[in-house]
């Protein structure tokens, strides 16, 4: 069974970087047929795909064009986890964020963090 | 969010609920949807992909259908723990990205 634990800060001023980690147990995050995620959701938004990493021989990113200038997702195969870091954040990038497991769909979730930007 | 879905659906116990989820050609015309069901306060989870494919634990009163660019979910026998919030979602691939319905909330009656 696949478990994604997530962990960051809850609050993070503007104009600053948001930065979660997702550890994954029950699965690699070098799986060659998984893709790992990150989506938020907020009540103007809805629910948000923001990007994804995955390993199919080389390491592969890909991100939603609304953040694209702003986000990286990188791996960790040390400890076997993926990040989030979403750079000079404002208060729309509040949210809860959540980190799943992919491609498609996306049939594991973390448990969610609210991640609020305010001075 | 690039899929619609209308914000609210309800019935009464035993009755069936229908949900649409109108996209495109770039999303669900050619790829799978998915749906996920969502309860306050918890992450949404995989409720049917793959045209049909239950995971593991999810009953089959949940079914879907699609038809061109549009895709549907439907209850059978709405239950009162059905009550909760559901999203269409798909690979688009314009976006080259997953893209998820704007959400309806179903209420039993």
């Known amino acids: 069974q696949v478990q994604l634990q997530q962990s960051g800060p809850g609050l993070v001023k503007p104009s600053q970087t948001l930065s979660l980690t997702c550890a994954i147990s029950?699965?690699?995050?070098?799986?060659?047929?998984?893709?790992w995620n990150w989506i938020r959701q907020s009540p103007s938004r809805g629910l948000e795909w923001l990007g994804r990493?995955?390993?199919?021989?080389?390491?592969?990113?890909a991100y939603a064009d609304s953040v694209k200038s702003r986000i990286t997702i990188n791996p960790d195969t040390s400890k076997n986890q993926f990040s989030l870091q979403l750079s000079s954040v404002t208060p729309e990038d509040t949210a809860v964020y959540y980190c799943?497991?992919?491609?498609?769909?996306?049939?594991?979730w973390g448990q969610g963090t609210l991640v609020t930007v305010s001075s | 969010s690039v899929l619609t879905q209308p914000p609210s659906a309800s019935g009464t116990p035993g009755q069936r609920v229908t949900i649409s989820c109108a996209g495109s050609?770039?999303?669900?015309?050619?790829?799978?949807v998915n749906w996920y069901q969502q309860f306050p306060g918890t992450a949404p989870k995989l409720l049917i992909y793959?045209?049909?494919q239950r995971p593991s634990g999810v009953p089959d009163r949940f079914s879907d259908s699609k038809s061109g660019t549009s895709a549907s979910l439907a209850i059978s026998g709405l239950q009162s723990e059905d009550e909760a919030d559901y999203y269409c979602?798909?690979?688009?691939?314009?976006?080259?990205?997953?893209?998820f319905g704007t959400g309806t909330k179903v209420t039993v009656l």
């Open positions: 799943a497991r992919g491609p498609s769909p996306l049939n594991y």
């Open positions: 029950g699965d690699s995050v070098s799986s060659n047929g998984a893709a």
């Open positions: 990493t995955y390993y199919r021989s080389k390491w592969f990113r």
């Open positions: 050609s770039s999303n669900i015309g050619r790829n799978t």
């Open positions: 793959s045209n049909n």
């Open positions: 979602a798909a690979w688009d691939d314009s976006l080259t990205g997953y893209v």
